[in-house]
């Protein structure tokens, strides 16, 4: 593989009441705040294993020892995601994909197969849908604060207003698979189940079978 693609992830530091707050219920803030810890911690060790030119975690809140060797921190700045997303890519001059901490299930081969079409003759753009109506990464040829400024985020209608942002930058476009992010603790099953080998999955099943209360079994 050509590694001449900066790999980005976008987090926020895994502190309980910041993040998985819709695991919440059936999980507790501390519990929803190990699921998201060990979701970037897979994702950032898959990131540190693919072949890249860089890799940098553009990071909401302080970094802990869960960031690997190999993968450069920097702080997010924007008051909202599209803005925060747009300064994520000022940290590339050149090609790059950028990833979240919701897709645990992420893998080397993945990514690499993402950075080969990002690399493409004739391809300007990558977009990985997400099953909610979002995405879950994006890469882009050239980077270009254009590609999100003002672009609603976090909405089932992300990914076709993403797309068409893209189209409308008359940028080449290539969709990419598409994954489940994990918002609701359904998710967290399923992802667990597909990806058993992970850390997520692990800590997932390390929680009460029945959580809350909820009648959905861990393991």
Known sequence: MNPNVTLLVIAKTPAPGRVKTRLCPPCTPTQ??????????????VVAATPAIGRVLV?????????????EVRAQTGS????????????????????????????????????????????????????????????????????FLGVETSTPRTFC?????????????RVLGALRDVDHFADAIHVAGCAPETRFARTLAGLKPDVGGTGEKVA
Request: proline share 9%; charged share 20%; aromatic share 4%.
């Open 161 to 173: 207003l993403q797309r068409a942002r893209l189209t409308q930058l008359e940028l080449r476009v």
């Open 80 to 147: 909202g995601l599209d803005q925060r997303l747009a300064h994520a890519f000022s940290h590339a001059s050149g090609p790059a994909l950028l990833v979240g901490m919701d897709t645990p299930q992420l893998t080397v081969e993945l990514l690499e197969h993402a950075s080969r079409v990002l690399l493409a003759p004739g391809v300007d753009a990558v977009l990985g849908p997400a099953f909610d109506g979002g995405w879950w990464g994006i890469g882009l040829r050239r980077p270009d604060p254009r590609a």
């Open 59 to 71: 990071l909401d809140g302080p970094p802990g020892p869960w960031v690997p060797a190999g993968v």
């Open 32 to 45: 929803a705040a190990a699921l998201a810890a060990a979701a970037l911690r897979d994702t950032l060790d």
